[in-house]
């Protein structure tokens, strides 16, 4: 069943998003020292975990300021820990975007795990050039962005970087490799690139190696998470959902499996849904390596394998320029919560919106009746207006504004609150929330603007 | 095999698009990328002759997308539809408690379809 190519490269993934399991890795590690070991010396095997989003990045940056030591991904240790003296026991290497803000702090985190857990002194090295944050870059930002750089207050400034500084990292010997904002599929392209010796101009494999990354990059969304839907789509074992390995070939071709003894299932649909996803023209998914093309994929379910295998992806030339996320502050979010129950929950549940429309003059208000019409409507209101009182008995009131000045956000959780005794009948269960405010700019630079680099960290930089 | 009727017309019947396929929502700032992946190869054509993105639009009509294409992949059996500004800013700025707008291939999959009689043991769920 467990046919073995022993030329094909593994790589598991263990961490879909900053936030996922921390049981993950373990049973990811166990399957591919399992598969290591079944097939004759040599065979390889990478551990990634992805862990960046568009608004991570901006709190590790905040954190950053906060304690130079911190900024690296809050879980690292959780997530790490369990796995990492296995892996260097076995000669897995493990390369992420962890480092977040402050892939060096990462380094000399993950340095004394090692030390800790009486593995030794692992060959660490960082990836930098993504931070564009410094005042260095200040110019260079303003020239792409123009106006909107005007009176903002910047948090984050990343490029999205590419897999040549990881391949290379990797190829000078590195055991880690701890990068911050680099492409979610880089990921994945660095290992096959520095495994197979492929040029940074081999577009064919790098558009496969770059499908198969966007495979791996979402953790267990490839195994049946984020898939379930009873009746139509069943899951087996949710609750213990498997996370995903790829298996490498040097072409670039992939079939996609996940570790041994865990739920979920790999299937066409599953790996479908995943290929597609935050795809936008299918012909050109755009990443700092290559641009890949899934027009004339296919997928094929593997009989008796558990596995799906990808095939016909191709790759043009990468763009000439790096994606870049500015996050400034955006001043203040404002929300509050209250629920009505009973005969006349939604008239109730109305009328108290309504009172809060006409009192929170000055904000622009996001009305949410949960239970009849809230994630599916808009802010403006145009499909909650379209929708008439159907009469329900258990209504939850939610509202939502923006204001940059923090009192005039705070007016809503106290009309909110004021709903107690001065609203409709009945109402109970206030909640409110005030949360600071993260908005994104984007623009393109010049790739030769964006210098990139690794370094293999002495023990002098890791102590 | 395609049952005809007396009048010529084709013998169908109305089923939500979740029994028809399967799909799922991706964000990218203030855009949304739903896809549509028939269950079986048998009803890509209905799919490919009825979910339009006229229609995508009718249905997301609330959320004014500015632009809505449609991509094929025909060796997936799947459709890609990408939905400009319909997420009111995105994950940093729209009010909505679902700010990736990840709820929304369910309402794209509750949009109505007609097929053809002959293909109903291909379609999943009650």
Not at chain 1, 38 to 56: D, H, Q
Not at chain 1, 293 to 317: F, K, M, N, Q
Not at chain 2, 62 to 79: G, Y
Request: aromatic share 4%; proline share 6%; with cysteine.
């Amino acid at each position: 069943m467990n046919s073995i190519d022993p030329s094909t490269l593994l790589i598991g993934c263990a961490a879909g998003f900053s936030g996922d399991r921390t049981d993950a890795a373990g049973p990811v590690v166990d399957t591919l020292i399992a598969r290591m070991a079944g097939a004759p010396a040599g065979r390889r095997a990478f551990l990634i975990f992805e862990t960046l989003a568009e608004r991570t990045l901006a709190l590790a940056q905040l954190r950053r300021r906060a304690d130079p030591d911190a900024g690296y991904e809050p879980l690292l240790d959780d997530m790490l820990r369990p796995v990492l003296a296995r892996c260097l026991a076995h000669g897995i290497r493990i390369v992420s975007n962890f480092g977040a803000a402050n892939p060096r702090a990462a380094a000399r985190h993950i340095a004394r795990m090692a030390r800790e857990l009486g593995a030794g002194a692992p060959r660490i090295a960082v990836v930098e050039g993504d931070d564009l944050s410094g005042p260095a870059h200040r110019a260079l930002l303003k020239e792409a962005l123009g106006a909107q750089m005007d009176g903002i207050r910047m948090v984050s400034a990343n490029a999205y970087i590419g897999a040549e500084p990881i391949a290379a990292a990797l190829d000078a010997g590195a055991q880690i490799v701890v990068c911050g904002r680099v492409a979610d599929p880089s990921l994945t392209v660095g290992p096959a690139m520095s495994h197979f010796g492929w040029r940074a101009d081999d577009w064919d494999r790098l558009g496969r190696a770059t499908m198969a990354g966007h495979l791996l990059e979402c953790g267990a969304q490839v195994c049946g998470g984020y898939f379930a839907d009873p009746g139509y789509k069943d899951v087996p074992g949710l609750e213990a959902v498997g996370f995903p390995i790829a298996e490498i070939d040097a072409e670039g071709r992939c079939t996609i499996g996940k570790a041994d003894a865990t739920g979920g299932l790999v299937s066409e649909a599953t790996v479908k849904e995943q290929l597609l996803y935050e795809v936008h023209d299918p012909a050109a998914y755009l990443t700092p390596d290559v641009v890949a093309d899934i027009a004339d994929a296919e997928v094929r379910a593997l009989p008796g394998t558990g596995r799906v295998g990808l095939s016909g992806v191709r790759g043009h030339a990468r763009p000439d320029s790096y994606k870049v996320n500015v996050c400034h502050e955006g001043g203040w979010l404002a929300e509050g919560e209250i629920s009505y129950a009973g005969p006349g929950a939604e008239a109730r549940a109305r009328l108290a919106a309504d009172v809060l429309r006409k009192r929170l003059v000055g904000l622009v208000l996001r009305v949410d009746l949960i239970g009849a019409l809230s994630i599916l409507g808009d802010d403006a209101g145009r499909a909650l207006a379209a929708t008439p009182d159907s009469g329900l008995r258990d209504v939850r009131l939610r509202v939502a504004a923006t204001h940059a000045d923090r009192a005039q956000a705070e007016r809503l959780a106290r009309e909110v609150t004021a709903l107690y005794t001065c609203g409709p009948a009945g109402g109970g269960g206030v909640r409110t929330a005030l949360t600071p405010r993260l908005n994104t700019l984007s623009c393109l630079l010049p790739r030769g603007a964006v210098p990139v680099r690794f370094e293999l960290l002495d023990a002098e930089a890791l102590a | 095999m395609t049952t005809i009727d007396n009048a010529g017309t084709i013998d169908t019947i109305e089923v939500p698009l979740y029994r028809a396929a399967h799909g799922r929502t991706g964000d990218k700032g203030d855009r949304s990328n739903i896809s549509v992946i028939a269950w079986h190869a048998d009803l890509y054509a209905v799919l490919v002759a009825q979910v339009t993105p006229e229609r995508v639009a009718a249905q997301f009509r609330f959320r004014a997308p500015s632009q809505v294409q449609r991509f094929l992949l025909p060796k997936l059996h799947a459709m890609n539809f990408v939905l400009d500004a319909v997420l009111d800013g995105g994950v940093n700025d729209a009010l909505n408690l679902d700010t990736h707008g990840k709820s929304l291939s369910f309402l794209l999959l509750d949009m109505p379809v007609r097929v053809p009689r002959s293909l109903e043991p291909l379609l999943a769920g009650p």
